[in-house]
Structure formats: structure tokens, C-alpha cells
Nanobody, 117 residues
Framework: QVQFVESGGALVQPGGSLRLSCAAS????????MAWYRQAPGKEREFVAR????????NYADSVKGRFTISRDNAKSTLYLQMNSLKPEDTGVYYC??????????WGQGTQVTVSA
């Protein structure tokens, strides 16, 4: 079945950097856009970034543009999110999914990112 396993989250100080990874399985990775979403405490899950099948196109939420970079390794079926200049408002659980997200796909467990001094 379709599965996403996120990793790389941590506690980091404002201004710091993190690189998240997502191992995907159960579908043809190279045939799908891939995306990152995040959910802050008490808030709805929100879109962060999306990348096309062969990285020809990338889209970012305005709140992360210029600070985050999404990339993928199709040989490893792995999605990445490089996060620089982190802010406290970037705190949340980060999830990856194929895009568009299908109702039949379960979300992974996510990875916790906490930005705090």
C-alpha cells in the first residue's frame, strides 16, 4: 500500500536549518508530483511546497518562499525539504504526500519541527 515515512525533524533555534526526508513506497514515485504539508498546534494542515515529477517545477507557500527548498531523488523514491532561516512560526508536524493528495492515501506519522530559543 501507499506509505510515507518522514524523518529529520528536531528542536532548532531561530535562524537555524534542518533537512527533512520522506521515504515513499507503494506507488510509481516518478509519475507523481510530491508535496510537503505542515500542521501547527491547533491549526489546520497547510501546504508548504510541491515539486513536479522530474523537478522541472516547484511551488512554495508564500510564508516559506526563499527559505525552503523542495527536492527529490527518484532513484531512492525519497523527497526532501531543506529548511533555512527557520522561524518560530515554522513549528509543527511536517508531512509528505503525493500530489494531489488522494482521500484513499493515509498520512504518515509526520516529523516534528520545533523552532525555539
Amino acid at each position: 500500500q501507499v506509505q510515507f515515512v518522514e524523518s529529520g525533524g528536531a528542536l532548532v533555534q531561530p535562524g537555524g536549518s534542518l533537512r527533512l526526508s520522506c521515504a515513499a513506497s507503494g506507488f510509481a514515485f516518478t509519475k507523481w508530483y510530491m508535496a510537503w504539508y505542515r500542521q501547527a498546534p491547533g491549526k489546520e494542515r497547510e501546504f508548504v511546497a510541491r515539486v513536479s515529477e522530474w523537478e522541472g517545477s516547484r511551488n512554495y507557500a508564500d510564508s516559506v518562499k526563499g527559505r525552503f527548498t523542495i527536492s527529490r531523488d527518484n532513484a531512492k523514491s525519497t523527497l526532501y525539504l531543506q529548511m533555512n532561516s527557520l522561524k518560530p512560526e515554522d513549528t509543527g508536524v511536517y508531512y509528505c504526500t503525493r500530489s494531489p493528495h488522494l482521500d484513499m492515501d493515509s498520512w504518515g506519522q509526520g516529523t516534528q519541527v520545533t523552532v525555539s530559543a
